[in-house]
Structure formats: structure tokens, C-alpha cells
């Protein structure tokens, strides 16, 4: 039987494959001694991810995260709803041959070195020997471990960030299409938060799907095409940072005394600094730049600014009641 035949037809649209895709999926849990009680970990979550995108799904602890990720992968399965992986529904052997993944909380054996590890790993995918020989070592460099002598230390001297790091490699063994990491920035430095950061954007230049949780929203505003934000099981919003966070023009402008009666019918929160008056437009920008002209004043600078990410979700879960407002 056709594996895809259930997929939507949304899939046959060329310039953008979705490649991970839910709908209405739910999952509950039951708890309590008699499995009496519930908990709805995710309720009609529908939601598209498509080739080449970074995407990152956000939340607070206990939103559903990973509770969906390992939905996606068949780590669990979804008490009602539908979803596909690379265009076949999820569960499909084959296309785990095409994914990768980091948990939050990886278990290793710690018993091995990074490079056995990887050598396992690669095992477990069926990689023919000579292409695992020249992968593990790319890799190891790739997540900046070939220096810290990973070949012959035993994973139970690394560090929380060098276990990190030798997860991201092994989630990329495979050399995936799909990559899904969970908190990928945990218990790394600024220096390997970055170099992780480096890592997403160069697999995102291989076309590669990235879709990864992370509670470090400067991150993910630096690198993400689209994000959404996950809380209590249902998804709030989702798109790109433009489109969520919008964007508002500031000018920053000089001009003389005389002028400022026409200045503050163009310019909200009018303020003084040295020789300039500065704020921010109210109105058409050209024809404020028309104005300055006429009224012999001279632009300064244009400073196109929006709220942060964090800002946003902050608010985003205030108006909803999940946090207390400030």
C-alpha cells in the first residue's frame, strides 16, 4: 500500500514541501493510582514545517514540547490526529532512516568514547564503514570536540556541554534531511551556544529542515525563518518574526527651535538631546521627509525597531493568564 496516499494535498506544491505536518493531533496522558485522571499534553495541535525552514517551537515547562516531538517520531503515540514526516505518515521506518534527533535529556553510554559512540551510531544506521570513517571525525570537528582528544576519553568524564555537543553529532550521523533538537542549547557557554547557533545555520545552508525547542529566545531570534509558541497543550501563534513581532520606523532627526511646532505633528514622544530633537513618526515617511526639506532640518538616522522575541512571548502568555502580568 501507498504510504503517501493519506498525505493532504498541500504536498504537491513545489516551492514549499511541507515536510512535517499535524492535524488536530492530541495526546493525553492518565494518571493517579487508578489511571483515573487526565492530562491533555497536546489538544488539536495543526501546524506545517517546510523544506529548508529553521523553525523553532517555543513554550514554557510542561507546554508539550517534547511531548510532541516524540509524538512525531513515534516515541509515543497520539491519542487522536493525524501527522507526516517527509511526506509519509509518522511511524514510517524508512523515513527514520532520514531523521535526526537530539533529546533534552540524552542517555549515553557512558562507557564508550565519543568516537565509539559514533561508530555505534552509525552501526545502528546501517552506514557502510569507509563513510562512517570519514564522517566521525568531520563531525567530531563540526561540534568542536576533535581537540578535546573525544577518540579516546570515555563519555563519563565530558562535561554536561561536551555531551551536548557529541549529541548534536550523533543526531547528524545520518547525514538527515529532517533534524529535530530538543533544547540544543543546554548547558553550553556562550562560546558553544554560538558554535551550536553556527552549526543550525550551516545545516540550514545544506537545505536541511531544522525544528528545534529552546527556552533561549535571543538564539532563536538570530537564526529561526518561523517560530510558535506552545502552552498548555494548544498552540497560540506562529510565523515569522516579522510577521509576530511587526516592525515600527523611528527617526532620528536635527533641526532648529523654530520648527518644532511643525516637528510635533509628525513625531510622538518628542525629546531633546544636545541639538536634536528626536522620537518617534506619526504618519507617511516620505511625506515627513518632504516636510524636513522644507522646514531646512536634516535627517539624522532611521532606526527600524520592533520588540524582542522574548518581549512578545512574555506578553503572549500574559494575555492568556499562563504567567502573572508585571
Excluded at 38 to 51: A, C, G, H
Excluded at 147 to 171: E, F, H, N
Amino acid at each position: 500500500m501507498d504510504s503517501t496516499a493519506d498525505v493532504p494535498a498541500t504536498l504537491t506544491v513545489v516551492d514549499r514541501i511541507p515536510v512535517v505536518q499535524t492535524s488536530e493531533l492530541r495526546k493525553v496522558y492518565r494518571t493517579g493510582f487508578w489511571l483515573n485522571q487526565k492530562i491533555e499534553s497536546l489538544k488539536n495541535f495543526t501546524l506545517t514545517v517546510y523544506q529548508g525552514e529553521t523553525f523553532s517551537l517555543l513554550g514554557p515547562n510542561g507546554a508539550g514540547k517534547t511531548t510532541l516531538l516524540k509524538t512525531l517520531l513515534g516515541i509515543v503515540r497520539p491519542t487522536s490526529g493525524r501527522a507526516w514526516l517527509l511526506g509519509s505518515p509518522i511511524g514510517n521506518t524508512q523515513v527514520k532512516q532520514r531523521v535526526g534527533y537530539l533529546p533534552e535529556n540524552a542517555y549515553f553510554y557512558d562507557y564508550l568514547t565519543g568516537w565509539e559512540f559514533l561508530q555505534f551510531t552509525a552501526e545502528l544506521f546501517e552506514i557502510p564503514p569507509d563513510i562512517r570513517q570519514q564522517r566521525i571525525p568531520v563531525l567530531l570537528d563540526l561540534v568542536g570536540l576533535s581537540k578535546l582528544d573525544a577518540r579516546k576519553k570515555q563519555m563519563r568524564q565530558y562535561s554536561k556541554g561536551m555531551l551536548q555537543r557529541i549529541g548534536m553529532a550523533q543526531a547528524l550521523i545520518n547525514d538527515p534531511e529532517l533534524v529535530f533538537l530538543d533544547e540544543p542549547m543546554s548547558g553550553l557557554d556562550p562560546m558553544g551556544r554560538y558554535q551550536m547557533r553556527e552549526i543550525i545555520l550551516s545545516l540550514k545552508a545544506q537545505g536541511k529542515t531544522i525544528f528545534f525547542n529552546s527556552h533561549v529566545l535571543s538564539d532563536v531570534e538570530k537564526i529561526c525563518d518561523r517560530v510558535a509558541i506552545l502552552a498548555n497543550g494548544e498552540l497560540i501563534c506562529s510565523g515569522s518574526l516579522d510577521d509576530l513581532l511587526g516592525t515600527t520606523e523611528t527617526y532620528h532627526v536635527r533641526g532648529k527651535d523654530g520648527n518644532l511646532d511643525i516637528v510635533k505633528r509628525w513625531v510622538k514622544g518628542l525629546a531633546f538631546e544636545a541639538d536634536s530633537w528626536y522620537g518617534q513618526l506619526h504618519g507617511d515617511p516620505q511625506e515627513f521627509l518632504a516636510t524636513l526639506r522644507l522646514m531646512d532640518a536634516k535627517l539624522i538616522s532611521m532606526n527600524l525597531e520592533r520588540n524582542t522575541l522574548e518581549e512578545f512571548f512574555m506578553q503572549q502568555l500574559q494575555e492568556r493568564g499562563i504567567i502573572a502580568s508585571t
